[in-house]
């Protein structure tokens, strides 16, 4: 016979302090324009890996865009704190189990009209599954491009509600969010848009 199922108790409060299950959290002006014309200076010269595989129509069709990666230095270690600053409040509506940063930052570039990335999710799955919370910067004035907007839906909203796909783009706004939780960047129709991408890691959700 198989062992008997543990058995689901009655408990007092488990949490001592209350807790969100928001599906993302906004912080306004998390990094200066100054700030982000920094990282766009420490970024922009890297060599950039296209995120779109030329001829891979699968690839295109979910994403297009290039990436590069900052790891952790003397120059980009004021980056990475203020990161973990930014996770560290947003989750404690979470409550997750984080280690740190398992990845080194990702610079996304949307350069061409139509860059975009669909509907996906960070985490979950075989290498990413460690993946449990991810940052997102917007590191250009949303003067200086049309489209590829960010766009999460809030959960705790009403389904019905039109006001209900969040976007975030306000230069040096930093967007937290499970990286459970589908997010997409909408097609670019003109201009540049970068963006600061990070994730933390943990063990699995128990
Ligand atoms: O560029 C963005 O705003 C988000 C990019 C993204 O979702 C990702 O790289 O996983
Ligand atoms: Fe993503």
């Known amino acids: 016979m198989a062992d008997a199922?543990?058995?689901?108790?009655?408990?007092?409060?488990?949490?001592?302090?209350?807790?969100?299950q928001a599906s993302h959290h906004?912080?306004?002006?998390?990094?200066?324009?100054?700030?982000?014309?920094?990282?766009?200076?420490?970024?922009?010269?890297?060599?950039?890996?296209?995120?779109?595989?030329?001829?891979?129509?699968?690839?295109?069709?979910?994403?297009?865009?290039s990436v590069s990666w900052l790891a952790a230095d003397d120059d980009t270690w004021w980056i990475f704190e203020r990161l973990a600053r930014l996770v560290r409040e947003a989750n404690e509506g979470w409550g997750f189990d984080?280690?740190?940063?398992?990845?080194?930052?990702?610079?996304?570039?949307?350069?061409?009209?139509?860059?975009?990335?669909?509907?996906?999710?960070?985490g979950l799955d075989g290498d990413v599954s460690t993946r449990k919370i991810t940052v997102v910067v917007q590191l250009t004035d949303p003067g200086g491009y049309d489209g590829a907007q960010l766009e999460l839906p809030d959960r705790l909203a009403d389904p019905e509600?039109?006001?209900?796909l969040r976007h975030v783009n306000g230069q040096g706004s930093a967007?937290?969010?499970p990286a459970y939780e589908?997010?997409?960047?909408?097609?670019?129709?003109?201009?540049?848009r970068r963006s600061l991408v990070a994730w933390v890691a943990g063990p699995p959700f128990r």
Do not use: K
Request: net charge negative; aromatic share 10%; with cysteine.
């Open 26 to 65: 906004v912080v306004d002006a998390a990094f200066t324009p100054e700030e982000c014309r920094r990282i766009v200076a420490l970024a922009e010269p890297e060599c950039a890996e296209v995120g779109s595989i030329e001829g891979d129509d699968e690839v295109d069709r979910v994403r297009s865009s």
């Open 161 to 164: 509600d039109p006001d209900r």
């Open 182 to 192: 589908y997010h997409r960047v909408t097609p670019l129709r003109h201009g540049r």
């Open 5 to 20: 199922e543990p058995p689901i108790n009655w408990l007092p409060l488990i949490s001592p302090t209350p807790r969100h």
């Open 98 to 122: 984080l280690v740190g940063f398992e990845e080194e930052l990702q610079y996304t570039r949307y350069d061409g009209p139509g860059d975009h990335y669909t509907w996906h999710r960070d």
């Open 175 to 177: 967007v937290v969010f």
